[in-house]
RNA sequence: GGGCAGGUGGCAGAGUGGUUUAAUGCACCGGUCUUGAAAACCGGCGUUCCUGCAAGGGAACCGGGGGUUCGAAUCCCUCCCUGCCCGCCA
């Protein structure tokens, strides 16, 4: 969420943000509409505050004369005259206030000035790493998978739908590996801090890093009670500090969680479809970090590098692509979204989207710090990038690895957690 | 799920309708004193919003929301959370 002066006093830069966003069509009468009511809002908070004062002003003026004995019924009726005034002020205050809010929902954040403007078309592929594997003769991991009975996609489909995918045996010990193989690497070797959290949050969370208003078709709600699944471990972590002034000492804060993640995909029927490729649950290690806004630029840079980390370790080639502004999250300011090649499907799969949101999630969570002992307190910069989403590295190692008589070879760095040197 | 007790500033902790601009202590910051430090003393000590070039002025905030009243931390309703007891349970 933008502040409501980003939109009094910095309208030109915000305008521009959403030009490039390819967004400002749909969005100008958002903004013209915004600064109306800000206007608005303002001017009543002045004649509202007026009136309290001189209502609060009086009310003493009654208390003494009730204390000396004196009659103040007059003066009680003008007060209550003020107050009626006021109540009723305050309602359309309440009004304007809500529709400011939703407004400044309904704006993204503005890219950084490193973002190419412009739609997908613009994204950028800034390096890659790795060779990819020539896609000849490489059967799609769900055959693989289903041949080396690793996945049991029918079964998963029985008990909870299409989308839901049961690993067993070999495959449900190779997620496992996963989950440890990342968060060891991020604990021992980058310095975050390991969080295991609930997946189920409240309805403030899900608001707080942005899914909430916008997105909610997409979250699987509960029925019964308050409450949703979480689509990232990035709700719960990033929440984490939500309403609290951190001391500056404590960042740059570097935290780490493993977590199932739960998306209705709505919209998204009858796109990669088959296999680990677009899945309703699915597990993933997170990284989030909070800093200093000076230092937002470099922290991106050093938690990408913390995703691309992993599958160096796994030996998958990837490439690494600046989003253009226009196919940048609503919530983010810049993004690098991590591709692995999978050469059985015979495309670049998106394992990592590692953002920086700016202030954006941190004024929405309200996540401030003091810079310094008597200064003001500030918003934090947040940022996260999953390292990584396990089903689409899964499809990728069992493509990438597969040899000619069907088995697949285990990474060198994920023996000793699967405990085998190859799956067969 | 039922009952009881609570939720006040960074922390502790007063305050049950009107000089409360929320006492007091601790912590923290500045100063005096000191060679330096400690102690002592003096001063400061929150967040948000509106207004103003500024100095300043004003408003709101005592878990959230609503109500009663001229006036609410204080009374009422409701929700949330914490602790304890009972019940249930992996």
Redesign the pocket.
């Known amino acids: 969420m933008h502040?409501?002066?980003m939109v009094?006093e910095q309208a030109a830069a915000l305008r521009d943000g959403m030009r490039r966003r390819g967004a400002l069509d749909q969005l100008e009468p958002v903004i013209a509409r915004l600064e109306a009511l800000?206007?608005e809002?303002?001017?009543t908070?002045?004649t509202?505050?007026?009136k309290?004062?001189?209502?609060?002003?009086?009310?003493?003026?009654?208390?003494?004369r009730?204390?000396a004995g004196e009659d103040?019924s007059e003066?009680?009726?003008?007060?209550?005259t003020?107050?009626e005034e006021?109540?009723g002020l305050e309602a359309s205050l309440?009004e304007t206030e809500a529709a400011i809010q939703k407004g400044l929902y309904d704006i993204p954040n503005v890219t950084l000035p490193t973002v190419p403007a412009g739609d997908e078309t613009h994204n950028t592929v800034v390096r890659s790493w790795g060779t990819p594997r020539a896609a000849d003769g490489v059967k799609p991991h769900w055959e693989v998978g289903e041949a080396l009975k690793l996945l049991d996609l029918p079964r998963g489909a029985k008990i909870s739908g299409s989308g839901f995918i049961v690993f067993r045996s070999a495959g449900a010990r190779l997620v496992r590996a996963l989950m440890n193989l990342m968060l060891d690497l991020h604990t021992r070797e980058h310095g975050y801090e390991e969080l295991w959290v609930p997946v189920v949050v409240n309805r403030a969370a899900m608001t707080g890093t942005g899914q909430l208003p916008k997105f909610e078709e997409d979250m699987y709600a509960l029925t019964d009670d308050?409450g949703f699944l979480i689509p990232t471990a990035e709700v719960p972590v990033t929440n984490l500090y939500g309403g609290e002034?951190l001391d500056a000492a404590q960042l740059p804060m570097a935290l780490t969680a493993y977590s199932p993640c739960f998306r209705r995909e709505a919209g998204a029927a009858g796109k990669d479809t088959r296999g680990l490729l677009r899945v309703h649950e699915f597990d993933k290690v997170e990284l989030v970090r909070y800093c200093r806004p000076e230092d937002g630029a470099a922290q991106l840079e050093l938690l990408t590098g913390h995703a691309e980390a992993v599958l160096q370790k796994l030996g998958l080639p990837y490439r690494v692509v600046l989003l253009a502004a226009g196919d940048t999250g609503f919530s983010s300011a810049m993004t690098y979204d991590l591709e692995v090649f999978a050469p059985g499907v015979g495309k670049w799969l998106e394992v990592s989207s590692c953002s920086v949101f700016t202030d954006y999630q941190a004024r929405r969570a309200n996540i401030?710090f003091?810079a310094a002992?008597?200064?003001?307190?500030?918003f934090v910069y947040t940022l996260n990038g999953s390292a990584l989403a396990f089903p689409r590295v899964i499809a990728a190692l069992l493509e990438h690895y597969q040899q000619p008589d069907g088995s697949v070879v285990v990474p060198e760095a994920l023996r000793s957690y699967v405990g085998a040197d190859s799956l067969r």
């Open positions: 502040d409501i002066r009094r800000d206007r809002r303002r001017q908070i002045q509202v505050e007026e309290k004062a001189a209502r609060n002003a009086a009310s003493q003026e009654v208390g003494r009730k204390k103040a003066l009680q009726a003008q007060t209550r003020l107050g006021i109540a309440t308050q002034i401030r003091r002992p008597g200064e003001k307190p500030q």
